[in-house]
């Protein structure tokens, strides 16, 4: 089992910067792929970035390419959101999630963290 604790969310005016942190423990070496998601009140949750165990390989969501970046740190069992120049349309809670495959992924993720409430205010 792996547990995902997010941190790092709150409330933030329009153009402001934040950034989440997800901390994994448990059985953290079968944790491969680390990806954040979203979910706006009233929509499905989506996908927002991936990040390969290596931290080699990204991937991004359109809706925040170029605004949004995502790293980890292994030594320290932490994955990074870095968002930049947030908009109101993304405001949401975001997720951690951990897959145990080694291959970059938007479905099928195997741990979830509670999630942790963005807020950005226009």
């Known amino acids: 089992q792996v547990q995902l604790v997010e941190s790092g969310g709150g409330l933030v005016q329009t153009g402001d910067s934040l950034r989440l942190s997800c901390t994994a423990s448990?059985?953290?070496?079968?944790?491969?792929?680390m990806g954040w998601f979203r979910q706006a009140p009233g929509k499905e949750r989506e996908f927002v970035a991936a990040?390969?165990?290596?931290?080699?390989?990204?991937d991004i969501a359109d809706s925040v390419k170029g605004r949004f970046t995502i790293s980890r740190d292994n030594a320290k069992n932490t994955v990074y959101l870095q968002m930049n120049s947030l908009k109101p349309e993304d405001t949401a809670v975001y997720y951690c999630?951990?897959?145990?495959?080694?291959?970059?992924?938007?479905?099928?993720?195997?741990?979830w963290g509670q999630g942790t409430q963005v807020t950005v205010a226009s």
């Open positions: 448990g059985r953290t070496n079968s944790a491969y792929v």
């Open positions: 999630a951990a897959s145990i495959w080694s291959q970059l992924r938007r479905t099928s993720y195997d741990y």
């Open positions: 990040i390969t165990r290596s931290g080699g390989r990204t």
